[in-house]
């Protein structure tokens, strides 16, 4: 590692981590492959919501043709139960049933896809075009079917956003276009979605803010705003991108790339200091430790005996030689009565 404080570049992924907590910065840039956010909706999966009207429209279609298939056989098992059932083919009757059961699971997949895919189409079709003003100065809530009605194009990009000054890079989920404008979207994984400021944290802001800036930066565009839809809705919100916000990008790589180095020295670093962030982390969830995972020399596992019998350990805990108050390690037994 070069001595520089800018000879290495970090990913916005880990620069958010880094906001989160220093151990989880540390991890995710030991972890560092891939910078793209996270793809939630491949085109095949059908319980996951799409983007696109388009896209919804062709999944439409599709799910509806085979529910339409699975109805018309079912009906055929119906017939051929009934007259079996009056010629008393009992074996008929049985395989008749067996293979209605068999339909109904299937059938019933592909009628929740066809209900959600076409709840989604009329959300797309009734959304108001809405969109932030440019010169928005605090946060707002904005809904993905009503920026696109405003004319914004979504564009996933395809090779990551790099600034060679910085090195910084990243690819956000997705770039709303319009004109000169530029927005960057994430999209946070919150399970339990209620709409509100107060699920986008510091660590998501510093990612909105990087990606505004790669954006400014690698295609010159105006990004007064950056937007965090919450979890698999299309709700979310757009939070102004100040001065304030591009200046913490500088100090926070600065900070984070010290850690880094302090980390390659093998000199330690810090818990947070409010543990109870701990609780929810992925890095810190215990797993039982595999028989494969203690015969392999490269891996350090602190495993910890849980009241099941079994051996348990997280990669925050294998790389900092600790147990991390997870949620799952304190119904586990794997803290001290009264961690
Ligand atoms: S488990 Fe705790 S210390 Fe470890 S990375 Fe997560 S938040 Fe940081």
Redesign the pocket.
């Known amino acids: 590692m070069n001595d520089s404080p800018k000879a290495f570049g970090i990913k916005v992924r880990t620069l958010g981590?880094f906001v989160?907590?220093?151990?989880?910065g540390i991890?995710s840039s030991l972890q560092e492959t891939n910078d793209t956010e996270r793809e939630y909706d491949q085109p095949n999966l059908d319980f996951l919501p799409q983007y696109s009207l388009a896209v919804v429209e062709e999944q439409l279609a599709i799910h509806l043709r085979r529910l339409g298939t699975r109805a018309t056989l079912a009906v055929l098992l119906l017939v051929v139960g009934g007259v079996s059932f009056w010629f008393s083919w009992k074996i008929a009757v049985v395989a008749a049933a067996v293979l209605l059961f068999v339909l109904s699971r299937s059938f019933n997949r592909e009628l929740r896809s066809v209900l959600t895919l076409a709840d989604t189409r009329r959300q797309a079709l009734q959304a108001e075009p809405v969109e932030p003003p440019s010169t928005l100065s605090s946060a707002v809530p904005v809904n993905w079917w009503s920026l696109l009605k405003s004319g914004f194009d979504s564009i996933r990009l395809q090779e990551s956003l790099r600034d060679e000054e910085t090195k910084l890079s990243g690819t956000p989920w997705r770039v709303l276009r319009k004109g000169s404008l530029r927005i960057p979207v994430i999209k946070l994984e919150t399970a339990n979605f209620e709409a509100g400021r107060f699920w986008v944290y510091p660590q998501h802001e510093i990612r909105l803010a990087a990606y505004a800036h790669l954006l400014a930066t690698c295609e010159g565009g105006e990004v007064p705003y950056a937007i965090a839809l919450f979890g698999d809705s299309f709700d979310g919100i757009a939070i102004p991108i100040s001065a304030e916000a591009m200046r913490a990008i500088e100090s926070q790589l600065d900070a984070a790339r010290e850690a880094i180095r302090r980390h390659a020295a093998s000199l330690p670093t810090d818990?947070?200091e409010n543990?109870n962030?701990?609780s929810g982390?992925?890095?810190?969830c215990p797993r039982a430790v595999t028989e494969a995972a203690r015969r392999d020399p490269s891996k350090k596992i602190h495993g910890v005996p849980a009241r099941d019998g079994r051996s348990y350990h997280?990669?925050?805990?294998d790389l900092?030689s600790w147990t991390?108050?997870?949620w799952l390690a304190k119904k586990k037994g794997l803290l001290p009565p009264n961690a």
Do not use: D, I, K
């Not at 997280?314 to 805990?317: D, K, L, P, V």
């Open positions: 981590e989160f907590c220093q151990r989880a991890l818990a947070p543990t962030v701990c982390c992925p890095f810190g997280s990669e925050c805990g900092f991390p108050p997870h």
